[in-house]
């Protein structure tokens, strides 16, 4: 199946939202289609997530919920119900931030949905949370925002050096990893300074789709059109391709 998300739940089981809006699950060596659209509703699946309670979410065309037998869709009352979700992340507080293609950022609370944390009209690629609690947001080529009790600031980043964000990840320290729409990776910290974080040579400037830390400290770098990046703690590079075995070289996700 082609999919956009990918999500590893807690007890290894492997979820995928499929481009045209299926659930799939793998599990015991088995691929199994859980969820199919309504009528109308052929939208991606462009965003999985797992809460701390264990409920899985999806986001489509609004959000979902997996009840254990089928996706139950859940209304905020605001824009995040009309429009695409691009991006999902439950942070340990019992809220679910919900990032949107053109309607800006919805946080889901127990009983309360609050959605002008950033201005409408911004799309919202990623979501992450830092070290020190506070709440970062991808909102393209408006930049960064960042979330500290409550209180939004746009992030006025060193030099405009970011450009275009599109994912996130926290790093070791109070700041994060934004991958860019073409400007390359950047370690990002609170007070906007951000220094770049060199990829392999070989490597053209494109699009970061997607990023993780392994516990070894390797930054894994889910590119689109380049393949996987590897930047050890070191600062050594690897690219692996197609050329490599890699199925494309397109990395929408990495987990």
């Not at 109308?40 to 979410?57: F, H, K, M």
């Not at 946080?107 to 949905?113: D, H, N, Q, T, Y």
């Not at 709440?135 to 450009?163: M, P, T």
């Not at 599109?166 to 109070?174: E, H, I, K, T």
């Amino acid at each position: 199946p082609s999919v956009s998300s990918i999500l590893i739940d807690r007890d290894g089981v492997v979820w995928a939202g499929g481009e045209g809006g299926e659930l799939y699950q793998y599990a015991s060596d088995e691929l199994d289609i859980v969820a199919v659209p309504g009528p109308g509703s052929d939208q991606p699946i462009a965003a999985i997530a797992q809460a701390a309670d264990g409920t899985v979410w999806t986001g489509g065309r609004g959000i979902a919920k997996w009840d254990g037998t089928r996706l139950q869709r859940v209304t905020t009352g605001g824009p995040a119900d009309r429009e695409l979700i691009l991006s999902l992340f439950p942070d340990s507080h019992g809220n679910l931030w919900i990032g949107t293609r053109s309607s800006g950022l919805t946080r889901m609370s127990p009983g309360l949905f609050t959605s002008d944390l950033v201005p409408s009209g911004t799309v919202t690629t990623a979501v992450c949370r830092s070290r020190d609690d506070a709440v970062w947001v991808s909102a393209g080529c408006e930049g960064l925002y960042r979330v500290s009790n409550g209180i939004a600031e746009h992030l006025a980043v060193q030099d405009d050096l970011v450009g275009c964000s599109w994912s996130l990840y926290p790093a070791g320290d109070d700041g994060v990893y934004v991958g860019t729409w073409g400007n390359g990776l950047f370690h990002v910290r609170p007070d906007g300074t951000a220094e770049p974080v060199p990829l392999p040579l070989s490597a053209r400037p494109g699009a970061i789709l997607s990023l993780l830390e392994d516990s070894a400290g390797s930054l894994w770098v889910g590119t689109d059109g380049d393949g996987l990046l590897i930047v050890d703690p070191s600062g050594n590079t690897q690219q692996i391709t197609s050329d490599q075995g890699l199925p494309a070289d397109t990395v929408l996700d990495v987990h």
